[in-house]
């Protein structure tokens, strides 16, 4: 059975809503955004995720029209944008502190970009109830911004910037403000209404957690460069870098020499008098190369005895033990010092679980549960 | 939760005290009947009668308050534009020197101010009086409303001015549907200041009038300069009880508005 | 673009026409001399004449009315007797001011908007009026001297008006508020937690005090200090109302030049010095907001 699935960037017919060519951002001498070429397409749920001061936020002020590039060029829909002020772009943004309008109430906070379109009142009226209809705002529209929670002022947030129907909105850490569990519901929330109207949304977020819920395809930046875009899945399965690896999730990073033992096979090298580790990667590497072995705790299985044919069995001890309730994470330190950390589901109750601090313990993975990485 | 202390309370009274008795004093004193300001003898209202019908002392009241409309009213809006241009103008030539001209006159003796002023209308106009004032007092309270203004604009989030442009607002829209409504208790008092340093000043007046244009300060300086003046009492009264009566009922609705706001964001978060 | 080029320029013009070229012309009539005519000094600026009438305008300047105002001892006694008076002044301020702010700032939280209010409330009203308030009650048979005499504490009435101690006084009264809003804003900030600490690590209360809430309130403190001193410096209404002939203050010597001798140019010479007096404590003052700016 084949579903289609939704993925425009790998359709080279397919023409992308958005595109950076060679775009850099310098703030006298400090550059935001270093020489960036990227596509977005229609539709997409695009998630820039970095920490803060990697560029992220100068690319999405970039697109609504507040900052203009030093270098290179940005369009939307085919068009450059380097000469439309912000107020007659087809984009609009959902501001990190909402920012309402604290003197209008919240039905007029959602008419006010569309009485600067000059709609007619009536067209209005009814743009504006369906807005507050789609965001469960209905019974509030009378209230003034702050008479209202901090997750409901996020949907009036959302509701205006929604209301001109743009091509693209922009979404500037939308959940950064509420708690965690409203910041969950939110997020599916926000990925409704996204495939509900069908707007190209780009969100900045510096949570990995709610760039991988949200988005199609997720952009990890550093230093106002992209590492890499790819499908949350991709990404957090195949790490182009270690920087990706360890941006996204937990991870172990071992060091060693490569060597090539088939096609797509190699050995690590990683300590004197140690079996190497042996993987399998689409990564080319010369012979004696550095690489970096980077292994989800998830993939490394534990127990007490070697398991019988493991490609992958080391020896160590628990050092420490994390326990988070559904799983526990150990720390366990192979020989030469490296310490690794495995993780287990708790499927027994406390009292019934075999390891504890001190104990020698096998850990063992697979050949493709390990990404080999150059950098 | 503090309580007053022993030492704190004592210092609270004597201060308010030193600041308090002398005023309350010319008020009682104004009611006094005796023209000797320090004998009482009696109460009586006289005093507010003769000043009633004192003319030029009502003329003076009429210029000055002309003066302080017309100044106050211009000082607002060139002090709320310097303040916009010191806050979000971005960089320009010569912005050390515009931020100095908005401070210097905040320190500048009067006396100064009042001499360079006088020495700069005189070859331009043919005659000095309420016009030569109102630009006097336009210029250096426009200062003081900028620092009012200007401070309500740091703490002004910007992104609700990028907002409105998002939506769709020229610039000038933004500001007008936007920055002005969110700023407008800051431009009213900053307004206010303006109105009252006007109806203050003495020594800029002094050399800034020409023939004809006497206002409130002058007058009462002529005529206390030669001691107490129990009509001077009376009207002194008069301006600090409208002040009064003012300064209370603006801090009552800030602290109304205050209360509801508090009350509100509770009720939405509960 | 053109709109902010207009947002800034009316208030930039503005300020230059009104506020700098007054400056600079005060500069020009303190190089000129008196002459009995209309306008009272030269040289005047002849346009006809040209560059050569520029040339002989700016030969005729001199720094006769500075020299003066060194000859002259009255000129120079003003001055130090204004520093003198305004360094007095807003050290007494600064005795008064604090206890009311300290005590403010210690005030329930319920009562501090009441509080503030009552400290800004003067300030609205009439200056003049402030400083007239002190006339009936500290002349010779004043209400001071009324009560003194009363309780038996003095047999004779004390002079106090036309003194200089009536000047501070006035002075004391009228800028107090400057005083002490600086230091309450400083004070309110400190977190009681610190005092606390400063007793657990073996402090006496006034030690801790002395320790660190005095440190801590510092910025106000000078904040204060200056915005009583410089105003103090060039005050003119409080020492002719309330000062006597003994007084000297370089704002009253400079209003008399000005209104009674008609001396345009050693007018504006005065004020040219007493400018150059006044830029040390400005630029400190601005030092002292900046630093404290940055600080937050």
């Known amino acids: ?375 | 939760m503090k309580r007053f202390t022993w030492f704190n309370a004592t210092s609270l009274t004597l201060g308010f005290a030193f600041l308090y008795l002398p005023m309350i004093i010319l008020v009682i004193y104004s009611f006094n009947a005796s023209k000797l300001v320090t004998v009482w003898a009696g109460f009586s209202t006289k005093w507010y009668g003769e000043l009633m019908r004192n003319d030029q002392m009502l003329d003076a009241a009429w210029v000055t308050i002309k003066v302080a409309v017309a100044s106050s009213t211009l000082a607002t809006i060139l002090g709320t534009m310097a303040a916009y241009v010191m806050v979000r103008g971005g960089r320009f030539m010569g912005r050390t020197l515009f931020s100095g001209m908005i401070f210097a006159p905040l320190v500048m003796p009067e006396v100064i101010t009042g001499l360079s002023l006088f020495l700069l209308f005189k070859p331009i106009f043919t005659q000095m009086g309420a016009h030569t004032i109102i630009l006097a007092h336009a210029t250096f309270a426009m200062c003081y409303v900028s620092v009012v203004v200007s401070s309500r604009l740091v703490s002004f989030d910007k992104s609700l001015e990028e907002a409105a442009l998002d939506l769709g607002c020229t610039p000038f829209e933004s500001f007008r549907l936007v920055t002005l409504p969110i700023i407008a208790p800051a431009v009213i008092s900053g307004w206010l200041l303006a109105f009252t340093l006007s109806l203050d000043d003495l020594v800029i007046a002094n050399f800034t009038t020409g023939p004809g244009a006497t206002t409130l300060p002058m007058k009462i300086w002529s005529a206390v300069r030669l001691g107490v003046n129990p009509q001077i009492n009376a009207l002194s009264t008069l301006m600090i009880g409208v002040v009064t009566i003012g300064v209370i009922i603006a801090s009552i609705s800030t602290k109304r508005a205050a209360l509801r706001q508090k009350a509100d964001e509770q009720a939405a978060a509960g | 673009m053109m709109r902010r080029l207009f947002l800034i320029s009316v208030p930039y013009l503005w300020l230059l026409a009104l506020f700098l070229i007054p400056f600079v012309i005060v500069l020009k009539i303190a190089l000129s001399d008196t002459a009995l005519s209309i306008p009272p000094y030269t040289p005047q600026i002849d346009l006809s004449a040209g560059w050569e009438g520029l040339r002989t305008f700016f030969a005729a300047l001199d720094m006769e009315n500075f020299v003066w105002l060194t000859e002259d001892d009255l000129y120079w006694k003003a001055y130090v007797s204004s520093l003198k008076i305004a360094t007095i002044s807003t050290l007494l301020a600064l005795l008064v001011g604090y206890p009311i702010a300290y005590g403010m700032a210690q005030a329930p939280q319920e009562w501090r908007a009441t509080l503030m209010m009552l400290i800004i409330l003067p300030f609205w009203t009439s200056f003049l009026i402030r400083v007239y308030a002190w006339m009936g009650i500290l002349s010779q048979e004043g209400l001071l001297n009324q009560l003194l005499m009363g309780l038996g504490l003095i047999s004779d009435p004390l002079i106090i008006l036309n003194t200089n101690t009536a000047v501070y006084i006035g002075i004391v009264y009228t800028y107090l508020p400057f005083m002490i809003l600086p230091i309450y804003s400083a004070l309110e900030k400190l977190d009681a937690s610190l005092l606390e600490a400063a007793e657990d690590l073996g402090c006496s209360r006034f030690k801790a005090f002395w320790l660190v809430t005095i440190p801590l309130s510092k910025g106000g403190i000078i904040a204060g200090s200056f915005l009583v001193f410089i105003p103090a410096i060039g005050e003119f209404v409080i020492p002719s109302l309330l000062g006597g002939s003994s007084t000297l203050m370089i704002g009253k010597v400079l209003w008399e030049e000005f209104f009674s001798n008609r001396d345009w140019p050693v007018a504006a010479a005065v004020a040219v010095v007493l400018l150059l007096i006044l830029i040390i404590p400005i630029i400190l003052f601005q030092r002292n907001e900046q630093k404290q700016r940055e600080a937050e």
């Open chain 1, 1 to 375: 059975m084949t579903v289609d699935v939704f993925a425009p960037w790998e359709d080279p017919t397919e023409k992308p809503l958005i595109q950076f060519k060679g775009v850099t951002k310098r703030y006298g001498s400090f550059t935001a955004i270093d020489n960036l070429t990227q596509d977005i397409y229609t539709r997409e749920f695009f998630a820039l995720l970095g920490p803060s001061g990697c560029g992220k936020t100068t690319m999405m002020r970039m697109l609504a029209g507040f900052e203009t590039p030093t270098e290179g060029q940005i369009l939307i829909a085919g068009q450059d944008m380097a000469a439309v002020p912000p107020n007659e772009r087809a984009v609009n943004m959902m501001f990190q502190s909402y920012a309402l309008f604290p003197h209008l109430s919240i039905w007029d906070n959602i008419a006010f970009g569309l009485r600067r379109m000059k709609m007619p009142k009536a067209q209005i009226e009814e743009r504006v109830e369906e807005m507050l209809r789609l965001t469960r705002m209905t019974q509030f529209a009378r209230r003034k911004p702050h008479q209202v929670s901090g997750g409901q002022r996020q949907r009036v947030a959302l509701a205006r910037s929604l209301a001109r129907a743009p091509k693209l909105l922009l979404l500037d850490e939308p959940l950064g403000a509420l708690d965690k569990k409203l910041r969950e519901e939110t997020q599916f929330e926000l990925m409704d209404i996204q495939e509900k109207t069908g707007t190209t949304f780009v969100i900045v977020t510096h949570d990995q957690e709610e760039a991988m819920t949200v988005a199609s395809r997720v952009a990890v930046m550093d230093h106002g460069k992209i590492i890499q875009v790819a499908t949350p899945p991709k990404i957090y399965e195949e790490p182009n870098s270690v920087y990706v690896a360890d941006f996204i999730g937990d991870v172990n990073i071992i060091e060693g020499a490569a060597h090539k033992t088939s096609e797509d096979g190699y050995d690590i090298h990683w300590a004197e008098g140690q079996e190497p580790i042996h993987a399998k990667t689409t990564t080319v590497l010369s012979e004696g190369q550095k690489a970096f072995v980077a292994l989800r705790p998830e993939k490394i299985s534990i127990g007490e005895e070697k398991p019988e044919g493991a490609v992958n069995a080391v020896k160590g001890k628990i050092i420490d033990i994390g326990y988070l309730g559904n799983i526990s994470t150990y720390h366990v330190e192979l020989p030469g010092g490296v310490m690794v950390k495995a993780q287990a589901t708790n499927t027994r109750r406390l009292s019934r679980r075999n390891f504890t601090w001190e104990d020698e313990v096998w850990l063992s993975w697979t050949l493709t549960a390990a990404s080999v990485l150059e950098r």
